[in-house]
C-alpha cells in the first residue's frame, strides 16, 4: 500500500514549456487535490476532483489544467509554464469532502518545480 | 490577510522539553480545524482533527485545544524528541467547502 505518489520529484522547465504532473493514490479514494506551497504562505488549492471524471477550480487555479480520467489518478497540467509557478505541489486524497467531514487527508511527497 | 495566523513563526528548543504553537483564525464559521506535521521535503501529516464542539484532542504527545469563541486553537507538544523537529500547520476548514492554511511554525529541536 503506496498510499499517496508524485512523478516526477523534481524538475526544471523553461519558461514557456509544458508538462504535466503525475498523482497516483491505491485507497479507492474519491477525492483528490493539488495543492502548491510557497515560501512564508500556506497551501493553496489549485483544482480537485470529487470522483472520477470531474474536476472543479480551487483558489489558485490559472495557469493549470487538471485530469481525472481515472479513479486512482489526477493530472495537473501546465501548458506554458511561468516563473511564477515555481513551487512546490502537492496532491492529496481522502474518500469523503474534507471541508465538511473529518475524514483524513494524505499527501503525497511533493513534485519540486523550478521554472526558469 | 490570512485568515489563518501561526505563531511563532519559527521556534527552538531542547529535546526533552514542551513547547506550544499557536493558531488564530477568521475562518467563520468553520467545520473543523486541523494540525498537520510536515519533516522537511515531505507532505503534511495529519495530527489531529476537531470539530468546533471539541475543546481538546491528543495523538500521544501532542495535544490539541481549541476555543471556538476567541477562534484560537494551540498545539502542546511534551517531551519533545528528535524527530518533532518539523513544520507544523493548522488549517481551519469553513462550512462553505472552503479550506484556510497557515503558513506553519517551524519547530527545530536540538540535542
Known amino acids: 500500500n503506496a498510499g499517496v505518489t508524485q512523478t516526477p520529484k523534481f524538475r526544471v522547465l523553461k519558461t514557456g514549456q509544458s508538462m504535466t504532473l503525475l498523482c497516483a493514490q491505491d485507497?479507492?479514494?474519491?477525492?483528490m487535490y493539488w495543492y502548491r506551497q510557497d515560501p512564508g504562505m500556506g497551501l493553496r488549492l489549485i483544482h480537485y476532483?470529487?470522483?472520477?471524471?470531474?474536476?472543479a477550480k480551487g483558489e489558485v487555479p490559472d495557469g493549470y489544467n487538471v485530469s481525472r480520467l481515472k479513479k486512482q489518478n489526477f493530472l495537473l497540467g501546465l501548458e506554458s509554464a511561468a516563473p511564477s509557478q515555481t513551487s512546490v505541489y502537492f496532491c492529496?486524497?481522502?474518500?469523503?469532502?474534507?471541508?465538511?467531514?473529518?475524514?483524513?487527508?494524505?499527501f503525497g511527497p511533493g513534485t519540486r518545480l523550478t521554472v526558469l | 490577510k490570512n485568515q489563518v495566523e501561526q505563531s511563532p513563526q519559527s521556534l527552538i528548543i531542547l529535546e526533552g522539553k514542551n513547547c506550544t504553537l499557536q493558531?488564530?483564525?477568521?475562518?467563520?464559521?468553520?467545520?473543523?480545524l486541523r494540525w498537520y506535521k510536515q519533516d522537511t521535503g515531505r507532505g503534511p501529516v495529519s495530527l489531529t482533527i476537531?470539530?468546533?464542539?471539541?475543546n481538546t484532542k491528543s495523538n500521544g504527545r501532542y495535544t490539541a485545544t481549541l476555543d471556538a469563541d476567541t477562534k484560537q486553537s494551540s498545539l502542546h507538544i511534551t517531551a519533545s524528541q528528535l524527530s518533532d523537529s518539523a513544520s507544523y500547520i493548522c488549517?481551519?476548514?469553513?462550512?462553505?467547502?472552503?479550506?484556510?492554511f497557515g503558513a506553519g511554525t517551524r519547530l527545530t529541536v536540538k540535542p
Open positions: 476537531m470539530t468546533f464542539s471539541e
Open positions: 476532483s470529487v470522483g472520477e471524471g470531474t474536476t
Open positions: 493558531c488564530n483564525y477568521t475562518v467563520s464559521p468553520f467545520s473543523n
Open positions: 492529496a486524497s481522502s474518500s469523503a469532502d474534507i471541508p465538511r467531514s473529518t475524514d483524513t487527508q494524505y
Open positions: 485507497m479507492n479514494h474519491e477525492y
Open positions: 488549517v481551519v476548514m469553513g462550512n462553505n467547502n472552503d479550506m484556510r
